[in-house]
């Protein structure tokens, strides 16, 4: 499966922004999906994650009540919505698909998207 992030961009602190993770190839509603981050200099992160089917949801502590994740399968996107955002949140953002399971562990998704690159001004 080919994952295409899009969506970011910059945005005063206090804004929003929706990212949105396109798959194309195989059966999209069969894959759990995870967001992550890495800041410049930092290790990659996790952010958020969706189950496949019913729709379980995770969210790091950082982003939790601001950061809601959700999936549209017949669009065969994930999406990102990301509100009240803080300049801590600047980083390349990577959604990620895999079919065992959502997890905040990156080592469980098998495929990753390209990134896109979300900047917080203060």
């Known amino acids: 499966v080919q994952l295409q992030a899009s969506g970011g961009g910059l945005v005063q602190a206090g804004g929003s922004l929706r990212l949105a993770c396109a798959a194309s190839?195989?059966?999209?509603?069969?894959?759990?999906v995870g967001w992550f981050r890495q800041a410049p200099g930092k290790e990659r992160e996790f952010v958020a994650a969706?189950?496949?089917?019913?729709?379980?949801?995770y969210y790091a502590n950082s982003v939790k009540g601001r950061f809601t994740i959700s999936r549209d399968n017949a669009k065969n996107t994930v999406y990102l919505q990301m509100n009240s955002l803080k300049p801590e949140d600047t980083a390349l953002y990577y959604c990620?698909?895999?079919?065992?399971?959502?997890?905040?562990?990156?080592?469980?998704?098998?495929?990753w998207g390209q990134g896109t690159q979300v900047t917080v001004s203060s």
């Open positions: 969706i189950s496949w089917n019913i729709y379980i949801t």
């Open positions: 990620a698909a895999g079919t065992r399971g959502s997890s905040p562990r990156q080592d469980i998704y098998d495929y």
């Open positions: 190839g195989r059966t999209f509603s069969s894959y759990a």
